[in-house]
């Protein structure tokens, strides 16, 4: 297993349904998933995808800068940083973000979501 080339597939992945089908995201989390978006803590998958598929906006593209990841522990984590652009449909100018995975393995050989922070950045 190369982490860079799991990170990159699982970014392209998560931000390609987030933008096209937000609920979708739900088999990425578990029960003891945590979301972290802007400051407010959101735990369990069905509560994380009732946030993100109740954002005020219906439509929008991540463009993503960089990607970093970092194996994680014993049990076979991996930390995934990501930076970018998210244009929101009707907005001129893109907001900035940073987004941070932490993926622990599943028995059945694929990863969820444990941690997920999310910021934007402003200038």
Do not use: W
Not at 29 to 35: I, K, N
Not at 56 to 84: E, N, R, W, Y
């Amino acid at each position: 297993m190369d982490p860079d080339a799991l990170s990159k597939a699982f970014v392209e992945h998560y931000y390609t349904t987030f933008d096209t089908n937000r609920a979708g995201l739900a088999n990425l989390y578990q029960e003891s998933s945590m979301l972290t978006f802007e400051g407010q803590k959101i735990q369990s998958a069905v509560n994380i995808v009732n946030k993100l598929t109740s954002l005020p906006f219906q439509q929008c593209k991540h463009s993503i800068t960089t990607v970093d990841c970092q194996p994680s522990g014993p049990a076979g984590g991996m930390l995934v940083f990501v930076s970018g652009n998210l244009q929101l449909a009707g907005e001129q100018h893109a907001l900035k973000f940073s987004q941070m995975f932490h993926l622990m393995p599943t028995a059945q050989g694929s990863f969820y979501v444990f941690n997920d922070i999310f910021r934007l950045n402003y200038a």
